[in-house]
């Protein structure tokens, strides 16, 4: 008889209770400003910013903030909190975002803690041992794609301060900003291998899988009906 991880569980207790803000991720990463979409995949998961905050008190704080989705990865048995920017994250008044960024962070784990606590009774010092990372997905700033600049983004918690909350509130952060590192996360954690990557023109980078033995060289950015497709491995 398999043991369900306490991961797993948390996840499925709050999808059980809250199964009217489960949706699909294409929904969830669409900017509804402008209703900009940014990443197709047919992928159901909970739409975080849906579930309030259960207070001891059995108050329900439904204007608190958090992440976009909570995905169970089992592969290595870990949450994954994923926030998606559309475009680089900015504040308002055009100042820098990293308190803002950062917050989603902070409150989603109080979130999970209050429900891990109050609804499921469990001790709040084992919900310290909860395997949790923290991902931004969004695109680079002002559309720098220069592959020296996307690839420090990829590689650095750096920016917006992230690498403040490793080891306190969640044991990892990452910062993806390329359609490919975009793919092999969600892909891995999802085990869906399909995939789009909206442009900010609107047009599409679709993901395709090819047989190694067939291909000798990169297909990557093959245009196909007006379409870019991008060759990803599962690796």
């Given at each position: 008889?398999s043991?369900?991880?306490?991961?797993?569980n948390?996840l499925?207790?709050?999808?059980?209770?809250y199964i009217?803000?489960i949706s699909?991720?294409?929904?969830?990463s669409?900017?509804?400003?402008?209703?900009k979409?940014?990443?197709?995949?047919?992928?159901?998961s909970?739409?975080?910013?849906k579930?309030?905050?259960f207070?001891?008190?059995?108050y329900?704080n439904k204007?608190?903030?958090?992440?976009?989705?909570?995905?169970?990865?089992?592969?290595?048995?870990?949450?994954?909190?994923?926030?998606?920017k559309?475009?680089?994250?900015?504040?308002?008044?055009?100042t820098?975002?990293?308190?803002?960024?950062?917050l989603?962070?902070y409150?989603s784990?109080?979130?999970?803690?209050?429900?891990?606590?109050?609804?499921?009774g469990?001790p709040?010092?084992?919900?310290?041992?909860?395997?949790?990372?923290?991902?931004l997905?969004?695109?680079?700033?002002?559309?720098?794609?220069?592959?020296s600049?996307?690839?420090?983004?990829?590689?650095?918690r750096?920016?917006?301060?992230?690498?403040m909350?490793?080891?306190?509130?969640?044991?990892?952060?990452?910062?993806?900003?390329?359609p490919?590192?975009?793919?092999?996360l969600?892909?891995?954690?999802?085990?869906?291998?399909n995939m789009?990557?909206?442009k900010?023109?609107?047009?599409?980078l679709?993901?395709?899988?090819?047989?190694?033995?067939?291909?000798?060289?990169?297909?990557?950015?093959?245009?196909v009906?007006?379409?870019?497709?991008?060759?990803?491995?599962?690796?």
């Amino acid at each position: 008889m398999s043991i369900t991880s306490n991961e797993l569980n948390l996840l499925s207790e709050l999808e059980k209770k809250y199964i009217s803000a489960i949706s699909d991720i294409t929904d969830i990463s669409t900017n509804t400003t402008g209703n900009k979409k940014f990443i197709e995949m047919s992928f159901q998961s909970l739409h975080f910013d849906k579930v309030p905050a259960f207070y001891s008190d059995n108050y329900e704080n439904k204007e608190s903030s958090s992440v976009d989705t909570l995905i169970y990865s089992y592969q290595n048995d870990s949450l994954y909190l994923i926030e998606f920017k559309e475009g680089w994250p900015r504040h308002k008044d055009k100042t820098d975002s990293n308190s803002d960024i950062r917050l989603k962070c902070y409150d989603s784990i109080s979130k999970l803690c209050l429900f891990w606590v109050n609804i499921l009774g469990k001790p709040r010092k084992d919900f310290f041992d909860l395997k949790i990372n923290y991902c931004l997905i969004t695109r680079p700033k002002k559309g720098n794609t220069h592959q020296s600049a996307v690839d420090a983004l990829n590689s650095t918690r750096q920016a917006f301060q992230l690498k403040m909350l490793e080891n306190t509130f969640v044991d990892q952060t990452r910062i993806l900003v390329t359609p490919y590192k975009i793919y092999k996360l969600l892909s891995r954690i999802t085990s869906v291998n399909n995939m789009a990557y909206v442009k900010s023109d609107g047009s599409k980078l679709i993901s395709i899988k090819f047989p190694l033995n067939k291909y000798a060289f990169d297909p990557s950015f093959i245009k196909v009906s007006n379409k870019k497709l991008f060759y990803m491995l599962n690796n």
